[in-house]
């Protein structure tokens, strides 16, 4: 069983900067993909960003695209979201997802947590940004 623990959210001004940190455990991490998901009040959840295993093949919402960076430490167990000039619609409710190499869920970058009951999720992290 894969435990997830988010941290880091908080309150900022428009401009800001964030870093999330999703602690794992129960599982080798060198074999999660792991993702980033957020969801805002009375919208779909999306996918910010998603990293592979090895950390060589990452994905970026468009919307976040040259202001976001994933990256994770396998060392650590850790993975990290650094988010720098944060705008006020980036105000979200964010999420750590991981799946199990090999699982039922699909560790392409681009299609990962589509199907959300085939991976893994933290209880999130709140980040607010105000104008």
């Known amino acids: 069983q894969v435990q997830l623990v988010e941290s880091g959210g908080g309150s900022v001004q428009a401009g800001g900067s964030l870093r999330l940190s999703c602690a794992a455990s129960g599982y080798t991490f060198s074999r999660l993909c792991m993702g980033w998901f957020r969801q805002a009040p009375g919208k779909e959840r999306e996918r910010v960003a998603a990293?592979?295993?090895?950390?060589?093949?990452?994905y970026y919402a468009d919307s976040v695209k040259g202001r976001f960076t994933i990256s994770r430490d396998n060392a650590k167990n850790t993975l990290y979201l650094q988010m720098n000039s944060l705008k006020p619609e980036d105000t979200a409710m964010y999420y750590c997802a991981a799946g199990v190499y090999g699982g039922p869920g699909s560790c392409n970058v681009g299609t990962m947590g589509r199907i959300p009951s085939h991976y893994y999720w933290g209880q999130g992290t709140q980040v607010t940004v105000s104008a």
């Open positions: 990293v592979y295993t090895g950390g060589s093949s990452t």
